[in-house]
């Protein structure tokens, strides 16, 4: 199985690749083929609206660091989507990343009833880290983009959620989140 996982955090030993880690290690000694990117360490810019991936091309035109990552995609059977909450908010690496993703929409994509470009049947698998331990707030953040990755034909989303994770680390330390991280990737892997 092919699995694609972006790191949105800028943090490299942050709470949310902590738990994509754990996805990851687990998924790979059950057999997965994964490939990683750390979106902060990457060169890109977020969608400028060109409209020539409507136009002219199927894919997106800017050739940066996100051309490898968006092919990468293609491929995959599984995207791993993590990111720390800023400001209410998924990280603006993460974000920008979203955005570049208007490169896989059909140029009708507002009427046809398959609007991606992608196979269909994907899995999504979306890790939020949050440093406010109230689960009640941001909640709003994992069905928001569960419904455009849905609407991008992915059949099933599972969320991996820590809240009142502040400090680097601090996930290391919740067993509970950690062990959802490897069920989920057992649950995954079948
Ligand atoms: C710029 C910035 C904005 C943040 N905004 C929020 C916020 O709106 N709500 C919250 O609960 N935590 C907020 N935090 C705390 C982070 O969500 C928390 O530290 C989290 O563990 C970071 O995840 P990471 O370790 O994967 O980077 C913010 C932290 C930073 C640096």
Redesign the pocket.
């Known amino acids: 199985m092919k699995i694609v996982c972006l790191l949105g ?3 490299p030993k ?4 902590a738990m994509a880690a754990r996805f990851c290690e687990t998924a790979e000694g059950l057999g997965a083929e994964v490939a990683t990117f750390a979106l902060n360490k990457l060169k890109y810019r977020g969608c400028q609206a060109c409209m020539t991936c409507k136009t002219k091309l199927e894919k997106c035109v800017l050739k940066d660091d996100l051309a490898e990552v968006l092919d990468a995609i293609r491929d995959a059977e599984v995207l791993i989507l993590a990111t ?5 908010e998924i990280s603006s690496q993460l974000k920008a990343f979203i955005d570049r993703t208007f490169s896989y929409l059909v140029p009708d994509y507002p009427t046809n009833p398959s609007p991606c470009r992608l196979s269909p049947g994907k899995k999504l698998v979306f890790i939020e ?4 331990p109230d689960e009640s ?2 909640a709003d953040v994992f069905p928001r983009y569960d419904s455009i990755f849905k609407w991008y034909g992915f059949s099933d989303s599972y969320q991996i959620r820590a809240c009142g ?4 680390g ?1 996930v290391e330390s919740r067993e509970d989140m950690m062990k959802l991280a490897e069920e989920t990737a057992k649950k995954i892997m079948g």
């Open positions: 955090s800028p943090r942050g709470n949310s690749t720390p909450i800023y400001f209410a880290a949050q440093g406010h707030l941001f994770v502040f400090n680097k601090d």
